[in-house]
């Protein structure tokens, strides 16, 4: 489905009259947080009636789940903020000429996981992240299967709530030299991944304890506190990360390139996000277990 656009001039206009102060922002997150479960709902309703598998350009999968959580999303947030422009993995191609205006907008996974989506394993995501000025600042991830949100806000802390129950405030974990934990891929990996944790492994005396999970729950682990460190040493795009990025920052944690310098988006004209590492203590220098 094409991208929903907005006159460019009105994009701006928006951005610069955008009422971004931390209420306004926490409506806006728990508005989000209703569309990312309704939108979970109509995944699951696919995922258990059965589904058709399609491949895209880039080879990797489509399903009607993910058409269905587009639509559903791309509806609902332009009822939401009629004035700010969407971006979603299953949106028409934009060059950078055209999104270069936008400080503010919508940036959307509507199905993370497709891979998982089809072997059946429960581990994909909802996604809906608002970039300002080429950061993160609210984040919104449901996880259907579960049927657990994880959200967050700038300047709001993070929050994880199970079953539409009452939400928990969640923090990363410090250093403290026990065994680290490292979270990974369930669908990725790589040879540069391989050479990292063997670096890694031989400077921590503890051990390390290794963590495989699809999509974006990689980042939950570490949000959450139940991981360190989850380096992402392979190819990702900016809707995979966005909305995860929010909640990392908002419970205390790091994401950053692997020059440990920060994360932004809508800089340049391709939308693949460089690797980077995802933790939740700034002590060590992560980038060092790097093959030179």
Avoid at 74 to 101: G, N, Q, V, Y
Avoid at 115 to 134: C, D, M, P, S, Y
Avoid at 206 to 222: D, N, Y
Wanted: aromatic share 8%.
């Amino acid at each position: 489905m094409p991208l929903l656009m907005r006159n460019p001039q009105k994009d701006i206009t928006m951005s610069h009259s955008l009422d971004l102060d931390t209420n306004n922002l926490e409506r806006l997150c728990h508005e989000c947080v209703d569309i990312a479960r309704d939108a979970g709902i109509a995944i699951l309703t696919i995922y258990n009636q059965g589904f058709t598998v399609e491949e895209k350009e880039d080879k990797s999968p489509l399903t009607d789940a993910d058409l269905a959580s587009h639509n559903l999303i791309l509806k609902r947030l332009s009822e939401l903020t009629p004035d700010i422009p969407i971006l979603s993995e299953e949106s028409a191609k934009l060059s950078f000429e055209e999104r270069a205006s936008w400080q503010t907008y919508w940036l959307v996974d509507p199905l993370d996981g497709t891979r998982e989506f089809v072997k059946r394993n429960g581990e994909f995501t909802v996604n809906i992240a608002l970039i300002h000025q080429h950061q993160s600042i609210i984040g919104v991830i449901n996880v259907p299967v579960l049927d657990v949100d994880y959200y967050a806000w700038q300047n709001g802390g993070c929050y994880k709530a199970e079953k539409k129950g009452v939400a928990e405030k969640i923090s990363v974990k410090k250093l403290d030299g026990s065994q680290l934990c490292v979270a990974g891929s369930r669908s990725h990996g790589s040879e540069m991944m391989q050479k990292y944790m063997k670096k890694l492994n031989a400077d921590n005396k503890a051990g390390i304890e290794t963590l495989s999970m699809g999509s974006s729950l990689k980042f939950r682990l570490v949000a959450e506190g139940r991981a360190d460190l989850y380096p992402r040493l392979g190819l990702t795009s900016e809707w995979d990360t966005a909305a995860a990025h929010c909640i990392v920052e908002q419970a205390g944690g790091y994401i950053s390139k692997t020059d440990m310098t920060p994360l932004k988006y809508n800089t340049k004209d391709s939308l693949l996000n460089p690797f980077f590492f995802v933790f939740g203590d700034n002590s060590r220098d992560w980038s060092q277990y790097l093959e030179d």
